[in-house]
């Protein structure tokens, strides 16, 4: 199938922020922006998918925003200088490319290398009796019982659970997923569940005839829940429950995060807190439910649901986060450890896009998009 102009000119806009770009594609995608249409898309791309702040742009940056507005029609709101609105950083791009300035100014560098070697902590299975069974993702394991019973099957990266008895008490398992690592499991009921760096999941090794599927969650995870009608899965995340009888959704609940956050892909979702007097919240796909542990109350928006599953194809995304927070999740992501010594930077709010990148590509792009200047000592970054 031949690939569409706006596909391939999505490409080229991806090259062009991260310096990649050659000159015809440059001259091709100035093209491209000749239809008002096309800056529409150019727009809404660079908005959901790569950094919106533009504190780096100073120079000239008003006057290329008015030139190239009245190209475009559209009205826009006032504009801050630290945090612009999606159209100035549209128009400072397209001015960027009719100036030549990405060659002209070295805009990016390619010269230094950074090289970090992230720590290699293993994944752990806590069984019921306490005993802390290591994971190796690269092999294979059968895990028996005392009577001779499968418990559960490892292949690899998946750990899959079967029902070997009828239970009377619930025995549990938890499995730990560390900073740089993901990992999926395989309830005995069908359930598959996929676990994010620094998560862990608790849950039963076999559920009881009667009532709920309940586990519970540390972190993020993505579930796909097999339907039961007579016994509803429910997700407990300190004091948020998610009810479900058979969807997919993604909740991510990580400590330096202010909200617990449950993304609905398809199916039905009900988001209660405890002791709240509020009704229970169903979501419908495409939207998120935000639970405020303090207000205990539950915001519901429309969203992308792709930006907050892109974790599990190894994308990073992050919308309107401080940058120690951004350093925090890179931090887990990556298995590395960030001192943050620049405190003013710290409580700026950046928004990003990383799809399949090396911890050094990122820091390349932090240093030359954002004229941050940092150190690299083995394991650990240094930002001054």
Do not use: C
């Amino acid at each position: 199938m031949k690939e569409s102009s706006s596909s391939i000119m999505k490409k080229n806009i991806t090259k062009l922020l991260l310096g990649t770009i050659s000159e015809k594609e440059i001259m091709e995608l100035q093209d491209w922006l000749e239809d008002p249409n096309n800056q529409k898309i150019l727009e809404a791309y660079v908005r959901d998918y790569h950094d919106l702040n533009l504190a780096t742009l100073k120079n000239n940056l008003d006057e290329a925003y008015s030139k190239v507005n009245n190209r475009i029609d559209d009205k826009t709101k006032p504009i801050k200088r630290l945090f612009p609105d999606w159209m100035k950083y549209a128009a400072a791009v397209i001015v960027l490319m009719a100036l030549g300035l990405i060659y002209q100014q070295g805009f990016f560098s390619t010269e230094e290398q950074y090289v970090l070697v992230p720590k290699e902590d293993t994944i752990t299975l806590e069984l019921n009796n306490g005993i802390v069974q290591s994971i190796d993702v690269s092999g294979n394991k059968e895990y028996r019982d005392r009577e001779g019973n499968v418990v559960y099957v490892q292949n690899q990266g998946l750990i899959r659970y079967s029902k070997v008895t009828e239970n009377e008490v619930l025995v549990y398992n938890t499995l730990l997923v560390p900073n740089g690592k993901t990992f999926q499991v395989e309830l005995s009921d069908g359930t598959r569940v996929q676990l994010n760096a620094g998560s862990s999941l608790k849950y039963p090794v076999n559920f009881l005839e009667e009532g709920p599927r309940k586990v519970f969650l540390t972190g993020n995870a993505y579930f796909d829940v097999t339907k039961n009608t007579a016994n509803p899965f429910v997700v407990n995340v300190d004091e948020l429950d998610v009810k479900v009888l058979g969807t997919e959704f993604n909740i991510s609940a990580y400590e330096e995060d202010e909200n617990i956050d449950v993304v609905l892909v398809e199916g039905a979702v009900n988001m209660a807190g405890k002791n709240q007097s509020q009704d229970l919240v169903e979501l419908v796909p495409g939207q998120k439910g935000s639970f405020d542990p303090k207000s205990k109350d539950v915001l519901v928006e429309e969203v992308d649901t792709s930006l907050y599953t892109s974790w599990r194809q190894g994308s990073l995304v992050y919308r309107e986060l401080t940058f120690n927070k951004i350093l925090k999740k890179l931090e887990r992501h990556y298995n590395i450890e960030i001192v943050n010594n620049n405190v003013e930077l710290g409580e700026e709010v950046f928004n990003a896009r990383f799809d399949r990148m090396e911890i050094e590509e990122v820091l390349g792009y932090f240093k030359d998009i954002h004229d941050i200047d940092f150190t690299v000592e083995n394991n650990k970054v240094t930002i001054n």
